[in-house]
């Protein structure tokens, strides 16, 4: 008899995304002739950046002729994206991070939740509370977890983000061994500076742990001080993998980019305590589940990298930090307490009441999406989260009608 993986059983019945959609849609279907703002999930609105199309152009063209034509590329990723993103994004801020470091893929969301199968299943996982959700049910599909309860799986070690924690994780107290840390922030845009950091990689070095860093939203990073990379802090390169994505940066959701760094001195241990490197396993998992991302995809965030795409992506991120900042201005206005939305396409607003209420108000009343914190973690009641991505025009048509709402 075929038996299935009851650990997902324990899934909550359904993605957050899926409830706020089937919420919407019963709006919509209502209320037909009404013009619906979804400041909701966070998805770019803006178009891949000219360098980049014309990169993309010019590899279909290339695709299309015996002689240049390619097939099944490197699993890992071409060496003329890998040295880009070696020397561009890591080495020019002192990370110490080598092309063959970086694995190429088409999403930071199938790494990070992919990445937990090299690590033993009776391991003990910090993640954060309110979290990005793949980190929470990728680890309870495979096992790691205990039955959901008052919010909660049994056998996680919850990292309270709370505005008494600052929006940071405290260390926790007991000990454990895969810890997941997200800045900036999804959802709170909350952000972490150097000394914070090196407090958490300090900590994994001493207890032989290892920290999953997605750095995700690192291209809207505007204060210089702040880390773009966990590889920039001393010590990190023994305990670290980081994952990055084209797909804010560039606006890639829909063409698929990705990369994660793992490190050669990255190191976890087998059950007799004997250290194995961690980029071993992940270059064979990578190599025998995954078979490349396409060429012209691969060719189009290349040029992300060129004089002329640097131009046009700083200018795609300065387009939603100006949305995200007059969000938070407006709801700041209104006396709603707010983080995020500087160094983050995310505003992280206290609402003053259930989540989903406030989600169904906005909702019914002003006829804006947004994302209920709640459904982020225990620690995200009474929250709402609130996406700059949009056009800008609709950004201001939400947030007036937003202020007439809640005035
Ligand atoms: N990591 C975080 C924190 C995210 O918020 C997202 C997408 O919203 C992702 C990863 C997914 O990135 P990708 O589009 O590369 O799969």
């Avoid at 919509?28 to 990169?55: F, M, N, S, W, Y």
């Avoid at 790494?111 to 003990?124: K, L, R, S, Y």
């Avoid at 490349?292 to 640097?310: D, H, I, K, L, N």
């Avoid at 939603?320 to 939305?341: H, P, S």
Wanted: hydrophobic share 40%.
């Amino acid at each position: 008899m075929i038996r299935i993986n009851e650990h997902y059983l324990k899934l909550q019945a359904s993605y957050l995304f899926s409830d706020i959609a089937k919420r919407v849609a019963a709006f919509q279907k209502a209320h037909p002739g009404k013009e619906v703002i979804k400041l909701g999930i966070g998805d770019v609105t803006r178009p891949l950046p000219p360098a980049c199309i014309q990169a993309f152009h010019k590899a279909v063209d290339e695709m299309a002729d015996g002689a240049t034509f390619r097939g099944y590329g490197p699993e890992q990723g071409y060496d003329f994206l890998r040295e880009k993103i070696a020397k561009e994004d890591f080495q020019a801020r002192g990370a110490d991070v080598a092309d063959d470091e970086i694995f190429v893929s088409d999403g930071a969301k199938c790494d990070n939740g992919n990445v937990q199968e090299i690590f033993a299943t009776d391991i003990t996982v910090a993640i954060p509370d309110p979290t990005y959700p793949v980190y929470l049910d990728t680890n309870v599909m495979a096992g790691r977890t205990g039955a959901f309860s008052e919010g909660r799986y049994g056998n996680v070690v919850y990292l309270e983000c709370t505005r008494a924690t600052g929006f940071i994780p405290a260390l926790p107290r007991e000990k454990v061994d895969l810890i997941y840390l997200c800045f900036p922030n999804n959802p709170t845009g909350g952000t972490i500076t150097k000394a914070q950091l090196k407090q958490w990689v300090d900590y994994a070095r001493a207890q032989k742990a290892i920290i999953l860093f997605d750095a995700a939203y690192e291209t809207f990073i505007r204060d210089e001080a702040l880390p773009h990379s966990i590889f920039e802090i001393e010590g990190a390169r023994e305990v670290a993998i980081e994952f990055r994505s084209f797909s804010k940066q560039a606006g890639f959701t829909g063409t698929r980019c990705a990369y994660t760094v793992v490190p050669k001195a990255c190191t976890a241990y087998t059950a007799a305590g004997e250290p194995r490197p961690v980029h071993a396993l992940w270059l064979r998992r990578h190599t025998t589940k995954f078979n490349g991302v396409s060429y012209p995809v691969q060719r189009a965030a290349e040029a992300v990298y060129s004089p002329a795409g640097r131009v046009q992506c700083r200018e795609l991120i300065d387009y939603y930090l100006r949305n995200a900042a007059l969000i938070r201005d407006e709801m700041t206005a209104l006396g709603y307490d707010c983080i995020g939305g500087d160094h983050s396409p995310y505003i992280w607003v206290n609402g003053k009441q259930d989540s989903w209420e406030f989600f169904d108000r906005l909702l019914e009343k002003a006829n804006v999406v947004c994302t209920p914190g709640v459904g982020f973690g225990r620690c995200g009641a009474g929250y709402i989260r609130i996406s700059a991505f949009n056009d800008y025009e609709k950004v201001q048509r939400a947030m007036e009608r937003i202020r007439r709402t809640l005035k």
